[in-house]
């Protein structure tokens, strides 16, 4: 059996510029350290076939790390590949409130916790550590759903004093995701808002959401809903290796195009950008884009909050090792020489010339092709409280 070392942790001392902190990554997957900078093991890629992150560190709350090495009998090899693990997960509450001043809505619903997607650049990945998981492969492969959750919806809704504003949904983790077919918690989430003619705005990368054309058409023809589809990047070959179980870029456009058709107002998110990999693509994205019907646009710099700056440089190690310090070099420009800065106003887009550059381009590219020219905006007037089970009708 591989044994397990377990240490007390320390505070990391954030490296500079990789490869600094790795030496090199040895052919059995483990991960040969340097200086001061805690042990890392790179799981074997047979065991990770399929998913985003090289590794599984111990999240950053927990006061252990643990690494798995081989015992020298070459056990790593008998190990199993990760497998997608359900948890159903009873929440309190739905509906999470935010006061942040740079986003545009005050109000959530995430149906999921954790996201099969696997892409390696998600913000979210470091909120897994609140479940004692790690960001990297537990987040891909050890997802929680919350089972119950129209009826919980039902019930906020039909508070009294309750004021209907826009429910933004898939701004963590993606409501569409692959194990949404089975649990389908999206979708019990959607037919209660629908039944209540309560706006709604949904962000994802996949083309399941046609799933729910039957929902949103109706919902879109009384200005109700929006559903945004994030496009990384039209190269097939990349979005494998970052979003490996995301919709290829062609059905998230394709999409796009049925939803448009469908009358269901459509916007695409160019997100994240990131330096030297896909900063290319930004405006042949938009002109795809709005060749299949999108109306609005947006972007957002790379972000790499916590346990995602490691991760990320695991995968460019990986995949990109030439292209490395460059990424890494330009990123950091954007963020005031770290690799980020969470202020808000700043934590989106960045700031200096690069990040400049790149607002300049988008605005240039939507102004062409006539995006974000018209925006649209969902109603409230129309809400209806729901009746939860068990409750009494109104009167009138």
Request: hydrophobic share 40%.
């Amino acid at each position: 059996m591989p044994s397990i070392k377990m240490s007390a942790k320390s505070r990391p001392v954030p490296p500079v510029l990789p490869p600094q902190g790795f030496s090199s990554f040895d052919h059995d997957g483990s991960a040969e350290v340097m200086g001061d900078h805690p042990a890392k093991a790179v799981v074997v890629a047979e065991r990770r076939r399929g998913r985003g992150a090289l590794s599984n560190g111990s999240g950053r709350l927990e006061p252990v790390s643990r690494v798995i090495e081989d015992d020298g009998w070459d056990s790593l090899s008998g190990l199993e590949a990760f497998k997608t693990v359900v948890t159903v997960e009873k929440p309190k509450v739905i509906i999470t409130r935010n006061q942040s001043p740079d986003i545009s809505f005050d109000r959530s619903i995430n149906p999921y916790r954790g996201c099969e997607h696997g892409c390696v650049y998600c913000f979210a990945r470091p909120t897994h550590a609140y479940m004692g998981l790690s960001a990297g492969l537990d987040f891909e492969t050890r997802l929680f759903a919350k089972h119950g959750a129209g009826a919980l919806l039902e019930r906020e809704l039909s508070a009294p004093g309750y004021q209907p504003r826009m429910i933004a949904i898939g701004t963590n983790t993606d409501p569409y995701q692959p194990i949404e077919r089975e649990h389908r918690v999206m979708r019990e989430v959607l037919e209660v808002l629908a039944k209540a003619n309560h706006p709604v705005g949904i962000v994802t990368k996949s083309a399941l959401v046609l799933r729910d054309l039957d929902l949103l058409a109706p919902m879109a023809a009384k200005g109700l809903v929006k559903v945004a589809l994030s496009v990384t990047t039209l190269d097939a070959q990349l979005a494998r290796r970052m979003e490996p179980r995301a919709a290829t870029p062609a059905k998230r456009l394709d999409a796009l195009r049925q939803l448009s058709e469908a009358g269901v107002p459509t916007m695409v998110m160019v997100a994240p950008i990131i330096p030297a990999l896909n900063d290319a693509e930004i405006e042949d994205i938009l002109d795809c884009s709005q060749t299949a019907g999108v109306q609005e646009a947006g972007y957002v710099l790379l972000r790499l909050p916590h346990e995602l700056r490691d991760l990320f440089r695991e995968w460019l190690l990986e995949h990109y090792p030439g292209k490395l310090r460059h990424i890494l070099s330009l990123v950091q420009s954007t963020r005031g020489g770290k690799d980020y800065d969470a202020r808000w106003g700043v934590r989106q887009t960045g700031e200096g010339a690069y990040a400049a550059l790149i607002a300049k381009r988008f605005q240039l590219a939507c102004q062409r092709s006539g995006i974000n020219k018209n925006r649209s905006k969902l109603r409230n007037d129309l809400f209806v409280a729901p009746v939860p089970q068990g409750g009494q009708l109104s009167l009138f």
